[in-house]
Every structure is written in C-alpha cells, then in structure tokens.
C-alpha cells in the first residue's frame, strides 16, 4: 500500500438551491477540484460519488455514469462508482477511493460527494432522511431521526448528568463558525436562548438542535503522495482512514450514551496515523443533532464520557480555543447534503491545514480530523489528515 | 408499506415473537437468526430457539415527539421509549394513556396492543405494540 494525498478541493454553495439541478452541483464540484490540482481529466481514471438517497430525492439512480457523462467523460470510459453508506456515504466513497489508489490500481481519481434534498416537499423528505434508521422496528413504532437522538440524549442526561445547555451549545458554535463560510447554508450567528426557545422536535431537542436539509455538492483529487508536489504546491496526506460498524437500531446498542462505531473507528484511525487524540486541535464532527456533536467529542477520544458537557460550557471548544470543531459551521450551519456531508468536512479540514479558511482560519495546526456518521451510528467513518513538510 | 411487507412480521408485532440463543442464552427481539454474542456464530445458526417476551418492561429513555414521523402527524404530542423488557431486549415503541410530564426512566410498562398508523386514506391500517404505565405506576412516582 503506498501514501495518498489530497491535490484538489472543490465545493458549491450549500443550501436550497433552486435553480441547480443534482448533475450541475455534482459537475460544480468536481470540476473546481481538478482546477485547484494541477491535473486535467484525462489524467484521471476513476470517479467516486457518495450519495444516500438521489433515487428517493429526484428518481434517479445510477448517478455513477451520469456525473460522469455530464462531465464530459463519457467517451474515457472510466469507472465510476456510487457509495451508499447513509449520511456517511461521503466518508465511505472517500474511503474507496483511498483504498483504490492506495492499491495502485488507480493513480488519480475525484471523489465527490452530493446530494439534492429540496426537489421534494419538507414531509417527504423527512421520510427519506428516516430511511438509514431500521424501518421495520424503529420507523413503524413512530420514531424520527430527531427522536432516536432525543433518546440518546435523555439517557446522557441521566447517566452522565448532562444538562440540555451543553448540547445546545454545539448549534451555537455551529452557527458562528457559520457566520464566516460564504458557502454555508446558514449564515446567521444564534444566542443559547434562541436553542432553548426554539420549537420542540422531540424532547429535549428542539429545531435549532437539527442540521437542515441542503443541496450541496463537494469533491476531492487524490493521487498518490509520492508524486503530490508535481500538482500542488500543499498536498495534504491522508494519514488514516477508518471505517467502523455498528448495530442498526440505537435500541440494539450497547449503550445508547456511546457511538461505539465512532470509539472504534477512532481507535484504529489514531494507530494507524500513530498520533493520540490529545494532540488533535482540529476536528469536523458529525452534529446533524446538537447531542450527537457532543457524544462525537467523548467518542472521538477528545474527552471522557460525560465530561464533553462541561468543556463546552467552559468554553475550550471553539475557534482556536483547545479544540476547534466545525469550523466550516459543521451540519448545522454548513448544512447538511447528505452525500455532501463527509466530503464537505474534508474539504474544510484541507483549507484550514493549507492555511486558506480566510476569516475562521485557526494557526499552526498540523492535523486535523473528521468524523462522518450513518443513522444513528451504525456506521461511523474517521479520517486524520496531516501536512506535508 | 404494501400489506405483504407488513403482514410477514406480524407475529412479532402483535405477540412479540422473539428468539433466544441456546448456546448463551440470551433473548433478541425481533428474532434473530443468528446469536451476535457467540463468538462461533456457526453454533447458533439454525438452532435460535422460538420464544416469547412477557410484554413486562420499564422506561429506559423517553422523549415527547412533537415533529411527527411520517403517519404520525394526528398522533403529536406522542411519547416514544425505549423499553428494557424483563427478558432482557430493549423495544422502541410508544407509550399511551400518559400526560408526557409523567414518563420517568424506571417506570414499570406493559405491551398493549394498538393500531400504529393507517397507510393514507384508504390503505391499511397497520397494529402492533405500544406500552402503558402498569396500574398505578405514575402515581407511586
């Protein structure tokens, strides 16, 4: 297995994109990728596009050869390849394609990540955000995606004596990050208040607990690391990249408080990128529930069980404080493309480490870490990046 | 959901049909067919013996859910648990005949058997379980 860097990055507006189908967001991406590489198409000879749900959003599956297609590359006859792994489908195209060029079956490859949310009424698209839950023990009883979390929540509470401002803290933390991403979905900053006074959703969560749906589409360049320097100047090195599994329905767990996906893709991700958690600053956590951000921060190793809380109302997690999260404004604020999602973390992870995030910039970070999350944690997808020096 | 889809569990839905592993004993619902627990999964398969749960349980973990799963929309507020049944697996499920402010974890609940959700206007109505506090439950709180 050899070393593989990321060349390019590319990303669209995140939000509700009217006017933008699946296939230009898609095509958007990819393409400002490859400009920010030094590589053209014809040197590519693989695509991976994670995707969740474009069969249910727009009644298009095989969305492989369609981006491919519309990206003029149909006559090269490359592979191209469709990951599906929930809202971790992102994380684990990337995880693919790593292992692709890592392999040496393919040299240079985009791997991509969208999804187009808001060509369905709000109702529906519940429903289909619904579908990585397990439909015929979960769903049918009544629960929500915002539910299931609610009951991990309220067992943290118990348990561990979380209070519900520290879970609503993450969305205010969102929200600022936000506030500098001219790409993000959201881009307003949000008070404690305002989380706690928001609508309920499912007790204690309430609507500024919950990541939106967006349209929204990110891609990467990957290539190996030997030859890095020859397409960019700042090639970033994926130093791990870890998947991990886990019972389908939150009631089969082990304990509901713990992602115990997200602990074990943890764990052999820092062996095998050889670094301790405690020496990570920089990390893009999956919050598409407020609760679900702060159980990532205990289960990514950063803090113990149950004291995640209290770093948070201390304020040692924020931009350039002990622990960055979510500098791009994480689900939250950024938004949440599904498919885009795991991809989206890389990217801003990227920029921060090449120094380019312009007002949110966090200095002299040499690693930085993203968690993308299925379901409720069936599957979890840890990568660490690091500088080349 | 098409009435095949629903109709095929209803053993489980309607009489907690569940399956116990006759190498470590332990309970699943909904049935298993093969024992997670046992490190020689081999052992299991084909052998998982049919049982059924009591229905006794307690609250777990609880939440009063006021944006409807799809189906849902004419039952909000509803509370949703998880339930520890005495056998041993945890449930999701509803709780009923309760003012929300009254779920604690703890709370001693049995299965009792409702309609769910209808598939729209004119499809059909799918029951299962949903748990009530054993009598007197909340007040002994």
Not at chain 1, 9 to 36: C, H, N, P, V, Y
Not at chain 1, 379 to 387: F, G, K, M
Not at chain 2, 119 to 136: P, Q, R, S, W
Request: proline content about 4%; aromatic content about 6%; charged content about 20%.
């Amino acid at each position: 297995m050899r070393e593989v860097a990321i060349l390019g990055i590319g990303q669209t507006q995140f939000g509700e994109l009217w006017d933008r189908s699946f296939r230009e967001i898609g095509i958007e991406a990819g393409f400002k990728a490859l400009e920010s590489s030094k590589l053209s198409s014809k040197d590519l000879s693989a695509l991976y596009i994670g995707n969740m749900a474009s069969g249910a959003f727009i009644d298009q599956e095989h969305v492989g050869p369609l981006v491919l297609d519309y990206s003029g590359l149909a006559g090269h006859h490359f592979p191209s390849v469709r990951v599906e792994a929930g809202e971790a489908s992102g994380a684990m195209a990337l995880a693919q394609a790593y292992l692709a060029v890592a392999s040496g079956e393919h040299d240079f490859v985009v791997v991509g990540g969208a999804e187009k949310m808001t060509d369905v009424p709000d109702d529906r698209g519940a429903a289909i955000a619904s579908s990585t839950m397990d439909q015929e023990w979960e769903r049918v009883f009544g629960a929500s995606m915002a539910s299931l979390w609610a009951l991990a929540a309220r067992r943290h509470m118990i348990d561990h004596g979380t209070k519900r401002e520290d879970f609503a803290r993450i969305s205010v933390l969102d929200h600022e990050n936000g506030s500098k991403n001219p790409l993000a979905h959201f881009r307003n900053k949000i008070s404690l208040d305002a989380v706690l006074a928001a609508n309920p959703v499912a007790s204690p969560l309430g609507m500024l607990d919950c990541a939106p749906f967006s349209d929204g589409a990110a891609a990467l360049v990957l290539g190996p690391l030997e030859s890095a320097r020859k397409y960019t100047d700042t090639p970033i090195r994926i130093a791990a990249s870890q998947i991990a599994t886990d019972f389908v329905a939150l009631m089969h767990r082990k304990d509901v408080t713990t992602v115990e996906s997200t602990v074990v893709a943890a764990r052999r991700a820092y062996q095998r990128a050889k670094i301790e958690p405690s020496k990570i600053h920089l990390a893009e956590i999956h919050d598409a529930y407020s609760i679900g951000g702060l159980m990532a921060l205990e289960d990514l190793g950063f803090y113990r069980k149950g004291t995640a809380g209290k770093a948070l109302s201390d304020g040692e997690i924020g931009n350039g404080a002990r622990l960055t999260i979510n500098s791009s404004g994480g689900l939250k604020a950024q938004g949440q493309p599904f498919g885009a999602v795991g991809i989206a973390q890389v990217v801003e992870i990227v920029r921060q480490l090449r120094g380019e995030a312009g007002p949110r910039q966090v200095s002299g970070q040499e690693v930085g870490l993203t968690h993308n999350l299925g379901g409720t944690g069936a599957t979890s997808i840890v990568h660490v990046l690091t500088r080349v020096n | 959901m098409t009435v095949a889809r629903f109709w095929r569990e209803t053993l489980r839905r309607y009489n907690l049909g569940a399956s116990k592993c006759p190498e470590c004993q332990a309970v699943f619902f909904p049935p298993r067919s093969v024992c997670p627990n046992c490190s020689v999964h081999r052992k299991s398969l084909t052998k998982m013996e049919a049982c059924q749960l009591s229905g006794r349980g307690e609250v777990y973990s609880y939440t009063t859910v006021h944006e409807a799963a799809d189906g849902f929309e004419m039952q909000v507020p509803y509370v949703l648990a998880l339930v520890k049944m005495a056998e041993g697996p945890m449930l999701t499920g509803q709780i009923v005949d309760v003012d929300p402010k009254d779920i604690r974890e703890g709370l001693p609940v049995r299965a009792t058997f409702r309609r769910l959700r209808a598939d729209g206007d004119d499809g059909v109505i799918h029951y299962g379980y949903k748990f009530a506090l054993e009598n007197g439950a909340a007040a002994k709180k």
